[in-house]
């Protein structure tokens, strides 16, 4: 009788832990996509760069009239390495595209961050 208990105890723990595994990564997903969604900038790129000191972010300075402004792109593939010095950059709030501006070419870049893919499954 006593290892039943154990036994369904421990079934128990384990589709707990499941669960709760499953249930936290979609709330942090959706709390990275709506950090994402906040953001807004718009500016035309100064530099970029890979900062070694702070986890490798990929960061882009940003000029608009005499400010300036330093974000992080590391939610798409491709957007930072696509990114070049004279570019101009535009993200409005609520949205997850990012419009580039280069000479006669606009570009549109989605940002679908890596966690949608593995939480919609």
């Not at 990275?32 to 718009?42: E, W």
């Not at 500016?43 to 974000?71: A, C, M, P, W």
């Not at 792109?73 to 419009?99: A, C, M, P």
Request: hydrophobic share 35%.
């Amino acid at each position: 009788m006593n290892k039943y208990k154990l036994i369904l105890g421990i079934i128990g723990v384990i589709l707990l832990m499941v669960f709760w595994d499953s249930t936290d990564k979609k709330n942090d997903c959706e709390q990275i996509i709506s950090n994402i969604k906040s953001q807004k900038y718009s500016g035309k790129v100064v530099e970029k760069f890979i900062d070694d000191d702070q986890h490798n972010y990929k960061k882009v300075i940003l000029r608009k009239d005499s400010e300036t402004e330093v974000i992080l792109l590391d939610q798409e593939e491709g957007l930072f390495e696509y990114l070049r010095k004279g570019d101009s950059i535009t993200k409005k709030e609520n949205d997850l595209n990012v419009k580039i501006v280069r000479g006669k070419i606009d570009s549109i870049f989605h940002l679908d961050h890596y966690c949608l893919t593995q939480t919609s499954k």
